[in-house]
């Protein structure tokens, strides 16, 4: 409870870019993260990133690679599931989606095979069209019925939602499980990257992103 309870006291929710998000949700877990399995862990940790398109994590410890990161942009905007398609555009398949991979060697985590999956992007942006106040603008990741699939690779992200505020378009991603060291670097680059693709499509600006993980964690060997 007191862990949750800082977050909201203590932790900043309004960054103008990624790296200072990054770096501040770093610091927030190693301070106040509770042992959590084989991680420290913050929960309900929710902030906004006032110019998503600043997506480069900049943080020299981090080492981010903005090549591996366009690889994967492009991986999903082919809305190719498998992780050859991943190798075919990177040069090869890092090890966290091998182990990832189910015997057809796809992942369930390409978000671009989700969000493409019956026309959702189609249908955000047709609705957003018609009517710039819907709130029927948003994509769905985890799908219950899909279960059986999720043993080696369950979604961490639920929804997607899209919303035109002040003539700018902003977004809100609902994640049940988030890392910030590898998981988030990378994770935001991709949404911030659909955010401006919808933008582009419906002739705005991009606003606000908006980041929610229940769980936000930092795994033990990087402690």
């Keep these: 409870m007191s862990t949750i309870n800082t977050i909201k006291i203590n932790m900043k929710i309004r960054f103008k870019n990624a790296n200072e998000a990054y770096e501040a949700v770093l610091d927030e877990i ?114 219950a019925k899909e279960h059986n699939r999720y043993d080696k690779d369950t979604p961490c992200t639920y929804a997607i939602q899209f919303s035109i505020i002040d003539e700018k378009l902003c977004m809100s991603v609902y994640m049940r499980s988030n890392d910030i060291w590898y998981g988030f670097c ?3 680059y991709q949404f911030a990257s659909l955010q401006e693709m919808v933008a582009d499509m419906l002739s705005i600006e991009t606003g606000w992103y908006y980041h929610h993980a229940h769980n936000m964690h930092l795994y033990n060997n990087k402690l």
């Design 30 to 143: 190693l301070q106040k993260g509770i042992d959590f399995g084989d991680t420290k862990a913050i929960f309900n940790c929710g902030f906004y990133i006032d110019n998503p398109s600043d997506k480069a994590i900049t943080n020299t410890e981090r080492k981010w690679s903005n090549k591996y990161a366009a690889a994967e942009w492009s991986w999903y905007l082919s809305g190719d599931p498998s992780v050859d398609k991943l190798a075919e555009l990177y040069g090869k398949v890092p090890l966290i989606w091998e182990r990832m991979a189910d015997e057809y060697g796809q992942v369930n985590s390409n978000y671009g095979y989700q969000w493409q999956r019956n026309n959702q992007l189609g249908y955000v942006v047709s609705k957003l069209r018609d009517n710039p106040d819907t709130r029927h603008a948003a994509i769905s990741i985890y799908d």
């Design 186 to 188: 990378n994770d935001q």
